[in-house]
């Protein structure tokens, strides 16, 4: 268990989640509480007597994302709904609650994964493992810089009924930006495409470190795949992207076999994407501008394509159901080997390797950021 | 309080033939839900009871959330002592049989004594008759079932295995969903009770206590299983049923071999869901109202995985026809297949033989034949190895055969098969979700790290789903807390996942009780000796080695103070004076 509460602190310390060791409280529970502080307190004993949990994680998110949570909580509200899908299928919706008192956080964390305490950031818990609370965390974190943003620009132009933003909330807006980076850019991946199965663990391990390091995934929501001859390898379903030797699958195309039941969610979707076009890799991450300006205008309807700087935005919810992304993503990624799927993130395929596609999400990154600087200035 | 949520016991005494409803005090079931905990709450009732002592009770019941809009909540649980292991022992059955109760709307049904002759018993709504059954002991199940179609509603019967004394017959429900462990098929005939009918008529669904806070746990939930590779991927439960997992367990070096000597088998091939497609092209069926679909029929019904990999890989066998063949045959007389064809290898392994093909299929005819094998084979594996001389062949734990993932491959599960209350079974904490299908998130499989606890949560957690009727693999999407959700919208009960968990863990801890005061301590928590001495197969990059059995009895100990128990792994005092009072807030 302290293998556990080491680990996830440096993760989020290097996720960029919390600024350092002290903003984080991380306990795991066996028949003792493990811990990376010296002594734990009583309160947070209680939290445990009451809830039947192993893990607990007590964690004031960067001052950025804190200044910006703030700023949701602003109209004291008991409940945080996210905008974007995969906050609304994982977390559904984020409790709020006034301080760190043990009856209430037992209550809160009764009804959802995590919550946000206002004079103390997040709290999230697991019942598996300390990994449960971390993407928790940081799953609130995305949740709730996404809605910022897309509630402030949407109120700003009228759009789905949000009230339009005081000049001190625009002006707030703007200062944040100026502060925030679309993402960080890393060393460059390597253009020349694996040949074999090392190579090809090789390639992936670097193309999602690379990812999570320069914040196009927020949290474990993203898969990347690779495609040698019949066979595709792909990050399997809840894997970290920065952690994927060893949770890669090897999904033979000819449906020889089912050891794909652990691949990504959006297995069906890079099959299919495969298949319909000579793409070799394909990158799926959460970049943040590009959520949010996927969500620019009024509600999307399914079937519907629209296109922000030229890149094609599509409706499609998580899976292979019958709305699913995978009956409307593939068309739209045949022109430009890209599309964003409305509120949950951009696929970049690429004939030849990841180092084209990151540079293409960053490149999409980057462009939904000064569109959204711009539709922040229109709309003022 | 919306229907959802009812305590209605209709109480049948085979003896007198004597039946009378009642609706149980709130307290009892707003403290044991539905499903398995009223079945532990009646067995807990007289604890001392033998199994098929006609004082033991044989209970049916229905979920709390049978009957509603909630996905995949339709299961029905059978509650009884197991004459196989001694042990408390319930079993989750789908079909439509709990939809049927309720409809009748009878909650649970509660039955004791012995009748003097094979009976049937017809519920329709409310009214109950005798009638003497007119099939012969050797009468396969499909005719019986069958022959009670024309009465509607849904049917359980036990078949010839029961009649024969198999320790591990099943009790079967609408031809194609057994209750198959512990041998609950005789406890059923030991009241000669040959089959029971249920058909009601009422609108059950009708008056959910909030139906729009049903229909957003509801929503949740669907988009959770549409999310999910291992429910609704391509090559996920509904579309390969539950076979999906054979080349997955595989690939894991986790597959029970020949006995569990080896944990890879080379022919596995032969046996997974594609294998299964191309050969058989099955379709896909359904327990009412839920969209995972997980059963598979061809012309013959196809074998869970379970069974797949048992009359396979355990038995050293590439033939997927007499799997199949093997699997009718269970399905015909009424058999567990888990511990049917974990007998066998056990014997194949004691005799220095090999059954395959054919002569699985023979050998497992043969076990309703006659003669002191027939006999052995009929007692279950513990028994049959220690009457031969060998009782450390038997891959049983408190003689429960165990299933098909090999403990050295996922150490959450060892430690689950030791601490489950119903001996060797895999589903009372399922760690499979998390140390190899990775949901909620992945643990390490081969460590015993944290494991104490997250098995005990998980037991206590479906406890719960056990007791509101809910399917285990909608867990492997969706959690307690979107179900609680539901729960609440359904009966109007302000209960919260906390709250649920509570329960859960007071039934469970029951159970435990109850085991103890039939005799069972730390020593019956304990794996075959062959997991701590012998390393399964490994393969390319993985390994697997013996159980550290010092490392096992660690986490047993951590168990052990996290479940509330003593060193010997009965109930600490302070805890049973607990047990009853489920809500503690």
Known sequence: MQNQVNKYLGKLINHGLVEGPGDAELYGLDDEIYSNRDQVPEKVRAVFDALNINSLLIALPEPVRWSIISELLRGNPDVISPTDSESLTFIHDIPVIGSFDPGAIACALNRRKGCIVKDRGIVSFGTVSLEQAFVVMSSICFATFVKYFTDIINGLHGFRGMPRPTSLQIDTCQEFLTRITPYKPSSPLSPIPPADEAGIIKAMDAAGKAMVHAHLVDSFFGNISLRLGDVIYISQTGSSLDELPGRIDRVPLDGSSTCEITSSSELSAHVKIYELSNDRAILHGHPRFSVIMSMFGEPFKFGETRHIGGIPVVAGEVGAGRKGLVHTLPQAMLKDHAAIVHGHGVFVGSAHTFHEAYEKVSSIETGCFELYKEALKSGA | ?585
């Open chain 2, 1 to 585: 309080m919306g229907k959802g949520f009812g305590h209605t016991c209709l109480f049948i005494d085979m003896t007198s033939r004597r039946t009378h409803r009642e609706v149980l005090d709130s307290e009892i079931s707003e403290a044991f839900l539905g499903g398995r905990g009223m079945g532990t709450y009646f067995l807990g009732l007289e604890p001392g009871l033998t199994a098929l002592d006609p004082a033991a009770p044989l209970i049916f019941a229905t979920g709390a959330l049978t009957g509603s809009h909630i996905p995949s909540s339709g299961r029905m649980m059978i509650s009884a002592f197991s004459p196989l292991t001694n042990t408390v022992c319930s079993c989750s059955v789908g079909g439509g049989f709990a939809l049927e109760m309720k409809r009748s709307l009878i909650d649970i049904i509660h039955i004791t004594g012995r009748s003097d002759k094979q009976t049937n018993i017809f519920i329709e709504n409310d009214s109950i008759s005798f009638e003497d059954s007119p099939w012969d002991r050797e009468t396969p199940l499909s005719r019986i079932f069958e022959d009670l179609s024309p009465s509607g509603g849904s049917a359980a019967a036990v078949g010839e295995a029961a009649y024969r004394g198999c320790l591990y017959a099943s009790i079967m429900v609408d031809n194609s969903f057994a209750s198959g462990r512990g041998g609950l098929g005789l406890v059923m005939a030991s009241k000669n009770i040959r089959a029971l009918v249920v058909r009601g008529n009422a609108h059950v669904r009708a008056t959910p206590f909030d139906p729009e806070a049903e229909e957003k746990a509801r929503t949740d939930i669907i988009r959770l299983f549409d999310a999910s590779p291992a429910l609704m991927g391509r090559s996920g439960i509904h579309a390969y049923g539950t076979s999906a997992l054979v080349d997955l367990m595989a690939s894991r070096h986790m597959m029970p071999t020949a006995n569990f000597r080896r944990t890879f088998f080379e022919g596995s091939t032969a046996f997974s869901g594609p294998a299964i497609r191309s050969e058989e092209t099955p379709r896909h069926y359904a327990c009412r109202g839920c969209p995972i679909a997980c059963k598979q029929k061809s012309a013959r019904e196809i074998p869970e995985f379970e069974t797949l990999s048992h009359f396979g890989a355990l038995n050293e066998n590439n033939d997927l026809k007499s799997i199949i063949e093997a699997n009718l045959i269970c399905n015909e007389t009424g058999m567990d297949t888990i511990s049917a064809a974990s007998t066998i290898a056990c014997l194949a392994e004691i005799k220095g033989a090999r059954y395959t093909g054919d002569a699985l299929v023979e050998k497992v005819r043969s076990i309703m034949g006659t003669g002191s094998e027939a006999e052995l084979l009929r007692k279950g594996s513990a028994i049959l190895a220690r009457e031969l001389g060998a009782p450390g062949k038997s891959m049983s734990v408190k003689s429960l055969e165990l299933p098909a993932y090999d403990p050295r491959g996922a150490y959450g599960m060892a430690l689950a098969y030791a601490t489950s209350t119903r001996g060797g079974c895999h589903l009372r904490a399922y760690p499979i979700a998390h140390e190899i299908l990775g949901k909620p998130v992945k643990t390490d499989r081969f460590s015993f790290s944290g494991k104490a606890r997250i098995i005990k949560i998980a037991e206590d957690t479906n406890t719960v789903v056990d007791s509101i009727g809910a399917c285990k693999f909608a867990f492997l999407a969706a959690s307690l807390e979107e179900y609680a959700k539901g729960f609440a919208a359904v009966t109007g009960l302000a209960y919260d996942t906390q709250d649920l968990l509570r329960i859960g863990d007071n039934i469970y801890t029951l159970e435990r009780h109850i085991n103890s005061i039939r005799g069972f301590t730390r020593k019956d928590d304990m794996l075959p000796e062959r997991f701590y001495t012998e390393p399964g197969t490994g393969g390319p990059g993985i390994e697997i080695p013996p159980l550290d059995k010092g490392q096992f009895f660690s986490a047993l100990e951590r168990y052990y103070r996290i479940r509330g128990c003593n060193p010997d792994g009965t109930i600490a005092e302070t805890r049973i004076k607990g047990l009853l009072l489920c809500r503690t807030r």
